[in-house]
């Protein structure tokens, strides 16, 4: 296999790096260096930053290559001291708001004083919008994709609230152009829009199931044939 001289930087959470290989691991095969910043748990804040520091660490530029994947929407990041870290700043991705292992935290009070699908939405789409232009004005080819559709899922707990109301269709609107170029959902192409509750490798894609997502929907990362 020829190997491309370009580093590859890849930034996401779990269905970027895991325990099991991922597409970011099939990819990079293909790739003399290598660099996964994806975090199990964490949501689009903490990608987002995480993008920003290395693209400065590691001075990206024209000549690498870049793999931003975004995750749920409802995923909260905070970059804080805690029982985790006592002594030092770090992320503490809590993972979903709705998810039921979460609601000794998130619990219903919380939910009805600080829940809202558009603050989810407007941060989110702010959060591509920012990093689609800073990749843009360095002109680093670059791909985005999700584990997650862009736009809310249906909830279907009474504690969730309504998706889709009108400021989140208006969100949609205004940065169409932007999530057009999105590479479809995993769960779209993988699981065909139903996320099981238990598949492959604990609720992530297996390692084939990654592959094939890569050769229906990454071709061009492979053969280095990249869009700016």
Same mark, same amino acid.
């Given at each position: 296999?020829?190997?491309?001289? #370009?580093?590859?930087? @890849?930034?996401?959470?779990?269905?970027?790096?895991?325990?099991?290989?991922?597409?970011?691991?099939?990819?990079?095969?293909?790739?003399?260096?290598?660099?996964?910043?994806?975090?199990?748990?964490?949501?689009? @804040?903490?990608?987002?930053?995480?993008? !920003?520091?290395?693209?400065?660490?590691?001075?990206?530029?024209? #000549?690498?290559?870049?793999?931003?994947?975004?995750?749920?929407?409802?995923?909260?990041?905070?970059?804080?001291?805690?029982?985790? !870290?006592?002594?030092?700043?770090?992320?503490?991705?809590?993972?979903?708001?709705?998810?039921?292992? #979460?609601?000794?935290?998130?619990?219903?009070?919380?939910?009805?004083?600080?829940? !809202?699908?558009?603050?989810?939405?407007?941060?989110?789409?702010?959060?591509?919008?920012?990093?689609?232009?800073?990749?843009?004005?360095?002109?680093?080819?670059?791909?985005?994709?999700?584990?997650?559709?862009?736009?809310?899922?249906?909830?279907?707990?009474?504690?969730?609230?309504?998706?889709?109301?009108?400021?989140?269709?208006?969100?949609?609107?205004?940065?169409?152009?932007?999530?057009?170029?999105?590479?479809?959902?995993?769960?779209?192409?993988?699981? #065909?829009?139903?996320?099981?509750?238990?598949?492959?490798?604990?609720?992530?894609?297996?390692? !084939?199931?990654?592959?094939?997502? @890569?050769?229906?929907?990454?071709?061009?990362?492979?053969?280095?044939?990249?869009?700016?």
């Amino acid at each position: 296999m020829v190997k491309h001289d #370009n580093r590859l930087f @890849a930034f996401g959470c779990s269905f970027t790096r895991y325990d099991t290989d991922t597409y970011a691991d099939y990819i990079c095969k293909n790739y003399k260096e290598f660099y996964n910043y994806g975090n199990p748990g964490s949501g689009n @804040a903490q990608i987002a930053t995480t993008l !920003s520091e290395k693209i400065l660490e590691h001075d990206i530029n024209k #000549n690498d290559r870049v793999i931003v994947q975004w995750s749920s929407i409802t995923r909260e990041d905070r970059y804080v001291k805690g029982s985790h !870290s006592p002594k030092v700043c770090n992320w503490w991705p809590k993972g979903d708001v709705f998810n039921l292992n #979460n609601s000794d935290f998130y619990t219903l009070e919380w939910h009805k004083d600080w829940v !809202s699908m558009e603050h989810f939405t407007k941060i989110t789409y702010a959060y591509i919008h920012l990093a689609y232009g800073l990749l843009r004005s360095k002109n680093i080819p670059f791909c985005m994709l999700t584990m997650l559709d862009i736009l809310p899922p249906v909830y279907e707990r009474e504690r969730m609230v309504d998706c889709h109301p009108r400021e989140v269709i208006r969100y949609s609107v205004n940065y169409h152009d932007i999530l057009t170029r999105i590479q479809p959902s995993m769960k779209k192409s993988i699981f #065909n829009n139903k996320w099981p509750n238990k598949h492959g490798d604990n609720g992530h894609p297996t390692e !084939s199931q990654h592959i094939q997502y @890569a050769k229906e929907h990454l071709s061009f990362l492979l053969d280095n044939t990249w869009p700016l």
